[in-house]
C-alpha cells in the first residue's frame, strides 16, 4: 500500500511517498514559491523531487500535486493516481473535535475551515493541500492528522486558562499545543527504546526546532504541553517570543500606537522575537551558535530559552510526580549537543547524570545520552511526522 503524507503550507508542499507496512520511504520532496503571482515567463516556484531538481512556475497546490502525481507515473513510481492508497494531511490546529486523525469528510473538511480562525497561517494553507488532490483525485482517501489530537487528554485544570469561563464555552479560548504527532512519536519511540511499556514510564519531550515545545507525557498520554490556544505559547524559539507578560502589549502600543497595533505587535511576537529578537543576529541556532564567541546577545538568546526549557522540565517533573526520561528531538534537539548539554545541566539537581563524551558525539541518530547509573535516563530521538502520518492513514484503510 502506498500512503503519501502531506504538510502543506501557504505556499509549499512537503511530501513522503511511504510504502506500508513495510514503512520503506520510497521518495520524498518539497514544492516551494507555490504563488498566484507565478506567470509562464515571471516566477520564483520550483520543486524537488528524489534527486531531480527543477524551476517551473507552479501558481497553485493543486498544479503542484498534477506535477508530482505525474512525476510519479513517468519515472514508473506507480501506474495511475489510483496507485496512492491515502494521503495523510498534517493539520496544526484540530481544536476541540479531533482526538485522533478522521477520513476528510465534508463535514471535517468544515470544521478545519471554521478553526481557520484559531490557526490563521496554517490550516487555510492545509485546505489547499486537502483540495489540491481532491481535485486531481476523486478515488484518493484524504485523511487529516492533527497536531492538536495527541494533547486532547490533558486535564481541565491544566488545558484552561484562569480568563472569564465564557470566552472558553462560547470562543474556544483554551490551550490546544501543537507537535503533538512527533510528541508522541518520540514518546513510544522512547519506551521501545528503554524496553518498558509506555503505560508505566513518565516522559518529557523536547521537540526543539525553529518551532519548539514541550510535553509531559504519562503512561503514553500527554498530560502538559507547553504550546497553548497557539504556537505562540512556552518556550522562546526560532522567531517566536514564547510567553511574556501581555502588558507588553498595550505598554508598547502606548509608546507608539500607530506603529504597534495588535496586528503588528503579534507579528513581532510570531516572526521578529526569540532567538531572532534577542541576538539580532538570526533565527537559526546554527549561526547563533558560530557567533557565541563574537556577540554576546547569541549567548542570551540560548541562555533564555535553556533557562526556559528547564523551568518547564521542572515543572513537569513536578506535575508527573517525577520523570524516568528526557527526550530531545527535532532539528536543534537532535543536533545542538550544546543545547542538549546545557539544558541537562540546569535540571542536573532532578537527578540527571550526562554523558558528555556520548553527547558531544551524537547527531541525527537514537542515542542513550546520560550515564548508566543516570536516576532519569535523557535520549536523543529522531522525530518521524510522516512516518506517524503514513501509520494512522494505514490503520484507517485497513479498517
Ligand atoms: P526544524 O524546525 O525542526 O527543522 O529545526 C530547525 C532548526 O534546527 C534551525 O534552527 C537549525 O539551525 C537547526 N539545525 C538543523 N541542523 C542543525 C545542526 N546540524 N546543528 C545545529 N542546529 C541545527
Not at 41 to 50: D, L, W
Not at 87 to 111: C, L, N, P
Request: glycine share 8%; aromatic share 8%.
Amino acid at each position: 500500500m502506498k500512503i503519501m503524507a502531506v504538510n502543506a503550507g501557504s505556499s509549499s508542499l512537503k511530501f513522503k511517498l511511504i510504502e506500508m507496512p513495510s514503512e520503506k520511504v520510497i521518495v520524498k520532496g518539497l514544492f516551494e514559491s507555490i504563488s498566484k503571482k507565478n506567470t509562464e515567463e515571471n516566477f520564483t516556484s520550483k520543486y524537488k523531487i528524489g534527486n531531480d531538481e527543477c524551476n517551473v512556475p507552479i501558481r497553485t497546490h493543486t498544479e503542484a500535486v498534477k506535477i508530482l502525481l505525474d512525476y510519479l507515473i513517468d519515472k514508473k513510481i506507480i501506474k495511475s493516481y489510483d496507485e496512492i492508497d491515502g494521503v495523510g494531511h498534517r493539520i496544526v490546529q484540530g481544536g476541540k473535535y479531533f482526538d485522533k486523525s478522521e477520513v476528510i469528510t465534508k463535514d471535517v473538511e468544515a470544521k478545519i475551515e471554521e478553526l481557520c480562525l484559531l490557526a490563521p497561517l496554517h490550516n487555510p494553507a492545509h485546505l489547499d493541500g486537502i483540495r489540491a488532490f481532491q481535485n486531481i483525485s476523486k478515488n484518493i482517501v484524504n485523511v487529516a492528522v492533527f497536531d492538536t489530537a495527541f494533547h486532547q487528554t490533558m486535564a481541565p485544570d491544566t488545558y484552561m486558562y484562569a480568563l472569564p469561563y465564557e470566552w472558553y464555552e462560547k470562543y474556544g479560548v483554551r490551550k490546544y499545543g501543537a507537535h503533538g504527532t512527533s510528541h508522541k512519536y518520540v514518546a513510544y519511540k522512547c519506551a521501545e527504546v528503554m524496553k518498558r511499556p509506555i503505560e508505566d514510564l513518565k516522559i518529557i519531550t523536547c521537540h526543539i526546532g525553529n518551532g519548539a515545545s514541550i510535553s509531559a507525557v504519562k503512561g503514553g498520554k500527554c498530560v502538559d504541553t507547553s504550546m497553548g490556544l497557539t504556537p505562540l505559547e512556552g518556550i522562546p524559539m526560532g522567531t517566536r517570543s514564547g510567553n511574556i507578560d501581555p502588558a507588553v502589549l498595550e505598554y508598547m502600543n502606548q509608546i507608539d500606537p500607530e506603529k504597534y497595533t495588535i496586528k503588528e505587535l503579534l507579528r513581532i511576537l510570531n516572526r521578529e522575537s526569540g532567538y531572532l529578537g534577542v541576538s539580532c543576529c538570526s533565527n537559526d541556532s546554527r549561526e547563533i551558535e558560530a557567533n557565541l564567541d563574537k556577540n554576546p546577545l547569541c549567548n542570551l538568546a540560548l541562555d533564555i530559552q535553556y533557562k526556559r526549557i528547564a523551568d518547564y522540565i521542572g515543572s513537569y517533573y513536578v506535575h508527573m510526580g517525577g520523570a524516568d526520561a528526557i527526550v530531545f528531538t527535532a532539528g536543534i534537539g537532535e543536533n545542538s549537543s550544546r543545547l542538549r548539554r546545557e539544558v541537562l545541566k540546569r535540571v542536573a539537581v532532578l537527578g540527571v547524570e550526562l554523558d558528555e563524551e556520548v553527547n558531544n558525539k551524537v547527531r541525527g541518530e537514537i542515542a542513550e545520552i546520560t550515564k548508566p547509573s543516570s536516576p532519569i535516563k535523557a535520549f536523543l530521538i529522531p522525530t518521524e511526522e510522516e512516518l506517524m502520518i503514513a501509520r494512522d492513514v494505514y490503520e484507517i484503510i485497513k479498517k
